[in-house]
Every structure is written in C-alpha cells, then in structure tokens.
C-alpha cells in the first residue's frame, strides 16, 4: 500500500560522504541556489555554479551527472515534504479520508508546489533520462492507488497518466502565463476530470 512507503529523494545521494564531498556538496548547492535566487535558472550555467562554488567543472558533473540532476538534487527537500504529506499527513491530503477527497487534494497541493518550483521543474524535465524519476513513480502510483481505492474503472494506468499531464510543469507554466489561468482554475480543471474518472 502506498501510505507504507518511505518519501523517496530526488536525486537518489549516497547515505554517507566523505568531508570533501559533503564540503563541495554544500558549496555547490549554495552557489546554485544564490544565483539560480538571483537570476533564474534559465541564466544560469553549469560553469557559473561552479565558479561561485570554487570548484571544478568536472567536480560539478562528476557530482549531479547533468543539469537536469542538479535541478532535481535542489528540489529533494520540498519533494520529500510533500511525499511526507500525502502519504503521512493529515488528511484530506494524508490518510483518512475517502479516496476521491484525497486525489482532490492531492492534485491541488502539487499544483501548488508546480507553481512554486516550475522553472526548476521545467529545467529538470528537459532530460528524459532524469523526467520519470523516483518522486515521479511515487506520485503516478499514489494517484493510481487512490483511483483504484475510489473503485474507478477502466485502465488505471493511462488514467493517471492523464491527471498527471495535467500538473506538468511546462503545461502549468503555459496555462499560468500563456493562458492567464489561475491556480485555482487549474485545481478546478483537476478536480472536473478527476471526479469524471471516479465516476461523479
């Protein structure tokens, strides 16, 4: 069952490092986030983190692999605290209430966290080989259970692959800014097609 799982982190780090690794690991991640803070990912280079952080290029990617994984490793805390939340969490988000009221919530609380990361997201999604991650997984199969919970029909696969398009960061970035929807419509749009899928 879902609600049995450990949070998964993003970038899948190693348990224990050595001094140095951990002292560049930190410098890295605070160079990253002042000037990703400062100027937005998209201006922001590989070679610039590392500069800020004064190490090696090769350091940098030896480290995160890509950008792509380096955009996942600075996402890893607030993915952890939302796993935290749906799978342990107060209801209706957490255990406790009915399936359908936990897929509702479930859809608004990532959306909000969509919002508030999307440039992050975006840049991470880039990479095909880092877009269906470990956090990924976890949410596919949590919004699965949840719709098998609520007795759905039909291939539940494809369904929750559909409500997932849905919380995407380039079609929510679209949607905010090209579409001049709000976050409340896109949760109302959520809610529409997942109450369609339990059958309500």
């Known amino acids: 069952m879902v609600a049995a799982q450990q949070p998964l982190p993003v970038s899948g780090q190693e348990t224990h490092e050595r001094g140095d690794a951990a002292r560049n690991r930190e410098l890295l991640f605070a160079a990253a986030r002042k000037l990703i803070a400062e100027r937005g990912p998209d201006a922001v280079t590989m070679d610039d983190i590392a500069a800020e952080a004064g190490v090696g290029k090769g350091t940098l990617f030896r480290r995160f692999g890509n950008r792509a994984g380096l955009m996942l490793v600075l996402l890893d805390d607030d993915e952890q605290a939302l796993q935290r939340a749906f799978l342990f ?94 976050l409340d419509a896109l949760g109302d749009a959520w809610e529409s097609v997942a109450r369609k899928l339990c059958g309500q």
């Not at 608004?108 to 880039?126: I, M, N, P, T």
């Open 89 to 182: 969490g107060d209801p209706p988000l957490g255990p406790g209430a009915p399936p359908l009221d936990r897929l509702l919530a479930y859809g608004r609380a990532r959306l909000k966290f969509v919002d508030e990361h999307r440039s992050l997201l975006q840049d991470a999604g880039r990479d095909p080989q880092t877009r269906n991650n470990a956090p990924h997984a976890l949410q596919r199969t949590h919004v699965r259970v949840l719709l098998e919970a609520a007795r759905t029909t039909g291939n539940l696969d494809v369904q929750a692959d559909a409500l997932l398009a849905l919380l995407d960061a380039d079609y929510v970035a679209y949607q905010l800014d090209g579409a001049g929807l709000g």
